[in-house]
């Protein structure tokens, strides 16, 4: 079992368990208010829902600075159960990744919470909810640079730093041929190429660069530019509750709740609480 790329900076958790947070979040709405699930309607709900997650995928699930479970992931499901009026039968137990897929396909949970990668192979193993949170990637400049918002164009001919070999690498290079790749080895390579100004801009993951434009390490040097850009080519399909493949009808209750949770404003409250600035 895969999961989504942990493109997330470590400088995440250190913002979580300081409480660093600051600037209102923009929301991103990846749930269709039009749409409703037939099976949501008659489905019997099992007597326990067993949430499976881990602790290594911050900000969406790990333990906070007392040893507890918590984050985005964990809190969305505490609402979903809420929402379902079903919260004194649901659980959340933490494993390792590797031990998630065969305990929920051996009755075990319900649903995994953890960022399991949505593809061919692992639609053939496994139900999904609708995703209902993407990782969108964003450029990063200095406060201070003169390049705008209107992009493409403003990169023609601009260095810009990004991690080699990643999805990342190959997006830049797809959507911004006119822009020259500065390739580096890692995210805080390609920050520092920026803030030195070997790079006029860098390129990467919007949701650990959120993280790090909030934290003191960047000191308020820099900024997003441009908008968010998402491809599900590139950067997967986002993030789902994935289920047993038989197990639709639970996956159809799962979305009428998300889409209450969404359209009551308990998603936007989330997101303020765990992106101390928007990746959108």
Same mark, same amino acid.
């Given at each position: 079992m895969r999961r989504v790329p942990a493109f997330l900076l470590?400088?995440?958790?250190?913002?979580?368990?300081?409480g660093g947070s600051g600037a209102q979040? =923009?929301?991103?709405?990846?749930?269709d208010q039009a749409q409703r699930g037939a099976a949501a309607q008659t489905s019997v709900l099992p007597a326990r829902i067993r949430f499976l997650t881990s602790v290594d995928f911050p900000p969406f699930s790990f333990l906070d600075s007392r040893g507890?479970?918590?984050?985005?992931?964990?809190?969305? =499901?505490?609402?979903?159960c809420e929402d379902m009026s079903v919260t004194d039968v649901c659980q959340i137990e933490a494993r390792p990744f590797d031990e998630l897929e065969p305990a929920l396909l051996?009755?075990?949970?319900?649903?995994?919470?953890a960022g399991v990668a949505i593809d061919a192979a692992?639609?053939?193993r496994l139900a999904f909810t609708r995703t209902y949170l993407h990782f969108p990637a964003r450029f990063a400049a200095p406060s201070g640079s003169t390049l705008g918002d209107d992009l493409p164009a403003s990169l023609d001919g601009q260095?810009?730093?990004?991690?080699?070999?990643?999805?990342?690498?190959?997006?830049?290079?797809?959507?911004?041929?006119?822009?020259?790749?500065?390739?580096?080895?890692?995210?805080a390579q390609g920050l520092s190429a920026m803030r030195r100004g070997d790079a006029?801009?860098?390129?990467?993951?919007?949701?650990?660069?959120?993280?790090?434009?909030?934290?003191e390490a960047a000191a308020d040097c820099c900024r997003f530019i441009g908008g968010p850009y998402l491809s599900d080519r590139y950067l997967g399909e986002g993030l789902a509750f994935a289920l047993a493949p038989d197990d639709e009808e639970l996956a159809a209750r799962f979305d009428e709740a998300l889409r209450r949770v969404v359209a009551s404003g308990r998603f936007s409250?989330?997101?303020?609480?765990?992106?101390p600035v928007s990746a959108f």
């Open positions: 470590s400088i995440a958790v250190l913002l979580i368990l300081s979040v =923009a929301t991103p709405n990846f749930i507890l479970l918590t984050g985005f992931n964990v809190d969305l =499901a505490r609402a979903v051996a009755g075990e949970g319900e649903a995994i919470i692992s639609r053939t260095r810009v730093a990004v991690v080699s070999g990643t999805a990342h690498a190959a997006m830049l290079a797809a959507f911004f041929p006119a822009a020259i790749a500065v390739p580096v080895q890692n995210a006029a801009a860098y390129f990467g993951d919007g949701i650990g660069l959120s993280f790090w434009l909030a934290s409250e989330l997101m303020l609480r765990y992106f």
